[in-house]
């Protein structure tokens, strides 16, 4: 540190503050364990308490490194859970904790006042911390779904909840039987795979699904792509007619219910002969993603120099030359984002398919309805999580070509 240059030393809570802190998040952790069991309730939610409570004040006494501190509570807690629950619950506690171990350090040190001006009140600091628990919460609360659902379609059982085999983590209860499912194409079901749970495929309606969903999808986000980029070129230019009109009619379909627009779609394209064909379930999707490409187009020309396209003109580069050679290699990343968005659009879609598709152009969500009505299988878990797979491939996707986009246009340093 050279001369003359401070450094903030926040200065440590009482013993009690970390206690206390801690105690609570174990009373949470204990009614979590009750599962719901009222009598259980009390004696839990007390063990909870002392257990963490007794972490925050002997691990600040034995150590000052969070990471020992870390993986030291982690494997108390692991041996606890496995003792006293089952290994299972044991390697979820481990994650508590190591993270448990690491907290009671950084509270008894007082270093979470550290991202916080010194001047900063203790209302200010809880505010600062209850605001990212809340959202973290609200995160936690819509990913749940996924999290269970994921090792669901690892279960080697016909159930839709966690055998004690899975809950044990015996490698014996987990299995790939509803992902060779899909895969198989119709043939016969292995030994293994008995009842009316392999009657199912013997059409290989899941495969010709899948194909669908690709097929449609992929058609429909090319035709969206480009009517969409088209569309947001016209609608960026100033000398344009009534473009806040016409915006709000190219991206009504996201707002008008879409049983509303999926009805409108079957009783038209019926009139012209394109209900329960390809052609219109396409088209259908295509008006769909289509506001997904005009928007994040749209996005990406704000901050588009203009001067270039005049530029090329005095050129002599006719507007298809200008497009091609000037506009589209700086707009690129957003064209390719807002297809993304709406093959993802395509892929997920189900209410339009329901009454569009006829039983030839079923795709993955259509016929996952259809499993859910007639057939519950775990095979549903299995093509569930790889759609999930799929869609965060694709927003990962999404993610990275919006940060090259912000990189070119100088928003971000590269």
Known sequence: MSSGEYRYIPPKPPVWFNIAWLAGFGAIIGLATAQGNFSLFLPYLIAGAVIFGLVAFVVPLLTENRALAGFGTALLFLVLGWQVFSFAYGVLMAFVGYFMGRMSLWLSSGNYRLNQPPYATSGE????????????????????????????????????????????????????????????????APEAIEGWWADMWSNAQWVRSIKNSF????????????????????????????????????????????????????????????????????????????????????????????SLVRAAANMGAGPVQTFFKVQMPLILPGVISGGLFAFITSFDEVVVVLQLADVKQRTIPRQMFSGIREQISPTILAVATILVIISIALLTAVELLRRRSERMRGITPT
């Open 125 to 188: 600091v809880l505010w600062f911390y209850a605001f990212r628990t809340i959202c973290g919460l609200i995160f936690l609360f819509l990913i749940t779904p996924i999290i269970i659902l994921i090792p669901l379609s690892f279960n080697q059982e016909p159930y839709f909840s966690f055998t004690p085999g899975m809950l044990a983590l015996d490698s014996e209860a987990y299995s790939l039987r509803w992902y060779w499912d899909i895969l198989k194409n119709g043939m016969a």
């Open 215 to 306: 097929w449609i999808g992929i058609w429909a986000t090319l035709l969206s792509t480009a009517l969409g980029t088209l569309a947001a070129i016209g609608l960026s230019r100033s000398e344009m007619p009534y473009r806040r009109g016409i915006m709000a009619l190219l991206i009504s379909p996201m707002i008008v219910p879409l049983v509303i627009t999926a009805s409108g779609l079957f009783y038209f394209f019926s009139d012209i002969g394109l209900a329960k064909t390809y052609v219109g379930l396409i088209l259908a999707h295509a008006a769909l993603g289509t506001p997904f490409v005009i928007i994040t187009v749209t996005a990406t020309l704000v901050s588009f120099d203009q």
